[in-house]
């Protein structure tokens, strides 16, 4: 069945550094959504991407959808303690929406 | 009116009672959706429906019964549970089934 792989897990970020995190799909994918999970509330929807090679930008955030779109990113610059939470994308394929485990980050200030 | 609404945010009960969760949305979305999530796991899909039609259930157990009475109202209804169906209870809608997923806050369910 299809699956959405994300990476890493946990991403520990100095304040004002950057990061990446990934998701790689085992199938071609309709659209790619992202979310994010502040400690204790609610996936809150980002973003979706539904072209191959789409590049979307949301301030700080960056997010990409591959050119094969079975992969996808999301990339924080100069990030702060308000991106603290969990990233979770999540790709379409039949109907099906797939989350990846999501990428946990945590900030020192 | 952007919100999902879900009642209750906690509830413990135990094997034997019969409860209920709702979620009501005032976002005209033709899409519901039921999530089940464990900590530090990924919402894990349970229910889906579609212009109040059940369009897809994930092999869910039986002791977990959905119910949508209107295009605003999705229920879930429990009985029987085991202790390890506590969890957290997500309720989503979406525009229509495909589209970007609006999460309600969600109920704490113990399970003793």
């Known amino acids: 069945g299809q699956q959405v792989m994300q990476i890493p897990q946990y991403q520990h970020v100095q304040e004002g550094e950057d990061f990446t995190t990934y998701c790689n799909s085992s199938t071609t994918l309709s659209n790619i959504q992202w979310y994010k999970q502040r400690p204790g509330g609610h996936p809150v929807f980002l973003i979706q991407l539904v072209k191959s090679g789409e590049v979307k930008k949301q301030k700080r955030l960056t997010f990409q959808f591959g050119e094969a779109k079975k992969n996808s990113s999301l990339h924080i610059t100069a990030t702060q303690t308000t991106d603290v939470g969990t990233y979770f994308c999540?790709?379409?394929?039949?109907?099906?929406?797939?989350f990846g485990a999501g990428t946990t980050v945590t900030v020192r200030a | 009116d952007t919100e999902v609404t879900q009642t209750p945010k906690h509830l413990v009960m135990g094997m034997t009672n019969k409860k209920s969760l709702k979620c009501e949305q005032h976002?005209?979305?033709?899409?519901m959706y039921w999530y089940k999530q464990k900590a530090k796991k990924p919402p894990e899909l349970m229910f889906v429906?579609?212009?109040?039609?059940?369009?897809i259930n994930e092999s869910v157990p039986s002791r977990f019964s959905p119910e949508c009475p209107n295009s605003s109202l999705l229920n879930l209804h429990l009985h029987a549970l085991q202790p390890e169906d506590s969890a957290l209870y997500l309720c989503a809608t979406s525009p229509l089934h495909g589209e970007e997923q609006y999460f309600g806050p969600g109920t704490r369910l113990t399970v003793t």
């Open positions: 999540a790709g379409r394929a039949d109907y099906k929406l797939s």
């Open positions: 429906y579609s212009y109040e039609k059940l369009s």
């Open positions: 976002m005209g979305h033709r899409a």
